[in-house]
C-alpha cells in the first residue's frame, strides 16, 4: 500500500476517556489533547456519582449520618465512621473509655489494610499481574471476613457510634487476627517475589506519574501521593487521635513521588498498620465501650422493657435524635488515601445544621493533571490507579 502523504498529521487530537470507562474505578470523565500518543492537557470532570452527601445529612439526626459515612470511601468505611464519631464527639466535649479508643484503633487499620489491598492489587492487575491481583484479593476477603464477624456487614458495616461503638469486640477475635496476619504477611511475600523484579510491572510505574514535593504541597495532597514525594506527613503522627500516640509505628515515605514509590508506600503501610493491630490487641484494657452519658447513650434493654423511664429515654434519644450543644469544629483521620476531615456545625438540636466533607480523593484528582500531562495516554491507567480515587467520597 502505497500513501500519497508520507507525513503522519501533527494536528492535536482531543479524546474522551470515560465517564464509563472498565478502568476507571467509578464514573469519571478525562477530556484528553494528544499529540500522538503524548497527553499534553488533561482536563479531569468528576461528579457524575454526586448524591448530595453534605444536605442529605441536614434530614437526618446525627446518628443517622453514620450510615451514610459507609458510602463515601466504602473500601474503609470504618475510618469514615471513626472521622465522623470524633468531630461530633469534638463538638460534645467527650471522651470514649480507653478500650473503645483502642477497638477503634483496630477497626481503622483493619479498614486502611483492605483499602490498601484493594488499590495495589487492582493496579497489579490492570498492568497484566493478574496473579498479584488475586493474591492481594485473597487476602483482602480475609480482612473482611474478620470485619464481617465483628461487624455483621462487609462494606457498608455502621460499626462505630457516637460516645461509643456498636459492641465489644466478639470472642476468639484476637485470634482470627493474629491467623490471618500471618497467612496476609505470607501472600505479600509472594506478591514481592513476583514483582520486585517483573520488568514490565516496573517500566509501567517507575518514573511515571511524577509529582514534586513542592507540586504537592502547593495542592494540599496527603497520603501517600504526598509521602512517596517525601514528605513525612501523616495525621496519626503529626496530630495524633485516639491512641496513636501509644503505638510503635514508622510512617513509609518514598523520594521520587512516581507511581512506584505510592505504591510501595501503601505495601509498606500494611505491615505497618498489621503491627499498630497487633500492639492494640496486646495493649487492649478492660471496661466499657461507651461513654457513661444518658444523653447521648441508649439505655440497656432490661430498662427500656422493664420501665416507662427507659422507654421515654430511647424513645426520646432515635426519634429527637443526639442533642449537640451548638458550635462548630473540624476533626481530621488519617485515611486510606489522605486526610479525611468533617467539620460540622450544630445549631443546639438533634440534627447537623450544616456538615461538610474533606474527601482526600477529591483533592488529589484537582492534581491529577499535573501527574499525567508529558506522559502516555498508557500511563493514565496506572497513575490513575495508584490514586485509587473512590467515586462515593470524590464525588459525595
Not at 497489579?124 to 461487624?151: C, D, K, P, Q, W
Not at 470472642?171 to 491467623?179: C, I, L, N, Q
Request: hydrophobic content about 40%; proline content about 5%.
Amino acid at each position: 500500500m502505497k500513501l500519497d502523504n508520507p507525513e503522519l498529521p501533527t494536528e492535536v487530537m482531543e479524546l474522551q476517556m470515560g465517564p464509563s470507562h472498565p478502568a476507571t474505578h467509578g464514573t469519571i470523565k478525562f477530556n484528553l489533547k494528544l499529540e500522538g500518543e503524548k497527553v499534553l492537557d488533561c482536563d479531569v470532570e468528576v461528579g457524575y456519582l454526586h448524591r448530595g452527601f453534605d444536605k442529605s445529612c441536614e434530614q437526618v439526626t446525627w446518628t443517622q449520618v453514620i450510615p451514610y459515612t459507609d458510602r463515601l470511601n466504602y473500601a474503609s468505611s470504618l475510618i469514615n465512621n471513626v472521622a465522623y464519631a470524633l468531630a461530633v464527639e469534638k463538638l460534645i466535649g467527650a471522651e470514649t473509655p480507653p478500650r473503645c479508643q483502642y477497638i477503634r484503633v483496630i477497626v481503622s487499620e483493619l479498614a486502611r489494610i483492605f483499602d490498601h489491598l484493594t488499590c495495589c492489587g487492582m493496579a497489579a492487575s490492570e498492568l497484566g499481574a493478574i496473579t498479584v491481583g488475586f493474591y492481594m484479593i485473597e487476602a483482602r476477603e480475609l480482612i473482611t471476613r474478620i470485619i464481617e464477624n465483628l461487624t455483621g456487614a462487609r462494606l457498608t458495616v455502621t460499626y462505630v457510634r457516637i460516645g461509643g461503638v456498636k459492641h465489644d469486640l466478639t470472642p476468639g477475635f484476637a485470634e482470627s487476627v493474629t491467623a490471618t496476619f500471618k497467612t496476609i504477611r505470607k501472600l505479600l511475600e509472594d506478591c514481592d517475589r513476583l514483582l520486585s523484579r517483573n520488568r514490565i510491572f516496573l517500566d509501567r510505574m517507575s518514573h511515571v506519574g511524577v509529582i514534586s514535593k513542592e507540586t504537592a504541597l502547593n495542592y494540599c495532597l496527603t497520603g501517600p501521593i504526598l509521602r512517596a514525594t517525601g514528605v513525612d506527613y501523616d495525621v496519626r503522627k503529626t496530630f495524633p487521635y485516639l491512641v496513636y500516640d501509644q503505638m510503635d509505628f514508622e510512617v513509609p515515605v518514598g523520594s521520587r513521588g512516581d507511581n512506584y514509590d505510592r505504591f510501595l508506600c501503601r505495601i509498606r503501610e500494611i505491615e505497618q498498620s498489621m503491627k499498630i493491630v497487633e500492639q492494640a490487641l496486646e495493649k487492649l484494657p478492660v471496661g466499657p465501650v461507651w461513654i457513661d452519658d444518658p444523653r447521648f447513650v441508649l439505655p440497656e434493654k432490661e430498662k427500656v422493657y422493664g420501665s416507662i423511664e427507659g422507654l421515654m429515654h430511647h424513645f426520646k434519644i432515635i426519634m429527637e435524635g443526639v442533642q449537640v450543644p451548638a458550635g462548630e469544629t473540624y476533626c481530621a483521620v488519617e485515611g486510606g488515601n489522605g486526610e479525611l476531615g468533617f467539620y460540622v456545625v450544630s445549631d443546639g438540636g438533634g440534627k447537623p445544621y450544616r456538615l461538610r466533607v474533606r474527601p482526600p480523593c477529591f483533592i488529589a484528582m484537582g492534581a491529577f493533571h499535573r501527574m499525567i500531562e508529558g506522559y502516555m495516554v498508557a500511563d493514565i491507567i496506572p497513575t490513575f490507579g495508584m490514586i485509587n480515587m473512590i467515586g462515593g467520597e470524590c464525588d459525595r
